[in-house]
């Protein structure tokens, strides 16, 4: 298949079309050098990245909000290239809405990040967060892992509405919870965030489930933009297939025209 955006990741060009990276992240975390944010922008700016979705690494530690508040801060200093996603803890069910409530009451707020720290999806101390997402038109990111999703896929079925984005689809090469899941809900969204690339799976999830359920995310600074963009850019898939993955497909369910 000729692809000219093959080209461009193979000569290290900016990508020819505003790209949205919809799983990123802020903050320092244990493992790794600091990360600044003009290091951040710079790495979109390489690639084409014009807006990134950022949730805090803080937060997903038990820093929830202090988390969300360097969100805020990152989205206020920089409202062109940063929208936020609210993360919450489900252990502590009487912080979530007064949580959501202050944190999309602030400028850039547009998704909410969730983890299950102990808490299945389906369990209904999470109910309350569907709900909101649901009065408030706000997507849903979700950490997974080899296709154990935990009720994500359920939870997906009872809220049509809500765009739900399940992070790191295929991982430990268990792809078929996620391709069940995406045909069951229109809104279960795979989210190709992973530090590996297994040959052929972006191709095989594009045929089972559609590019149109594939989104893009990085999890930049945990991983490299560059490599998680090439992960799509090498992939034998269109070239109009990888453009929605690397930006159309996502960038409208936030209500963002980039
Ligand atoms: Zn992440």
Redesign the pocket.
């Known amino acids: 298949m000729k692809s000219k955006l093959t080209q461009y990741g193979r000569q290290g060009k900016k990508l020819p079309f505003p790209a949205f990276d919809m799983?990123c992240?802020v903050g320092q975390w244990a493992l790794f050098d600091a990360f600044s944010i003009a290091d951040q922008l710079a790495e979109m700016d390489t690639i084409g990245v014009k807006v990134a979705a950022i949730?805090s690494l803080a937060a997903i530690a038990g820093e929830v909000r202090r988390g969300n508040n360097l969100v805020a801060e990152m989205c206020r200093r920089h409202p062109q290239r940063f929208i936020g996603y609210v993360h919450i803890n489900p252990n502590y069910p009487d912080l979530l809405l007064p949580e959501l409530e202050r944190c999309f009451a602030k400028r850039g707020f547009k998704g909410i990040k969730v983890y299950q720290q102990g808490v299945p999806y389906d369990d209904p101390k999470f109910d309350a967060v569907w709900e909101f997402a649901r009065a408030r038109h706000a997507p849903v990111l979700a950490?997974t892992w080899a296709g154990n999703l935990t009720g994500f896929d359920r939870v997906a079925q009872r809220f049509p509405e809500v765009p739900f984005f399940a992070?790191h689809a295929g991982s430990d090469f268990n792809y078929q919870p996620y391709i069940d899941a995406a045909k069951q809900a229109r809104n279960f969204y795979l989210d190709l965030?992973y530090s590996r690339e297994h040959t052929n799976m972006i191709e095989h999830f594009v045929k089972e489930v559609g590019a149109d359920q594939i989104v893009w995310g990085s999890?930049q600074p945990?991983f490299s933009m560059a490599q998680q963009a090439a992960k799509v850019l090498f992939a034998r898939i269109s070239d109009a297939d990888k453009v929605k993955l690397l930006s159309t497909n996502a960038a409208p369910l936030f209500g963002l025209k980039l």
Do not use: C, E, G, V
């Open positions: 799983h992240h949730s950490h992070a965030t999890d945990l």
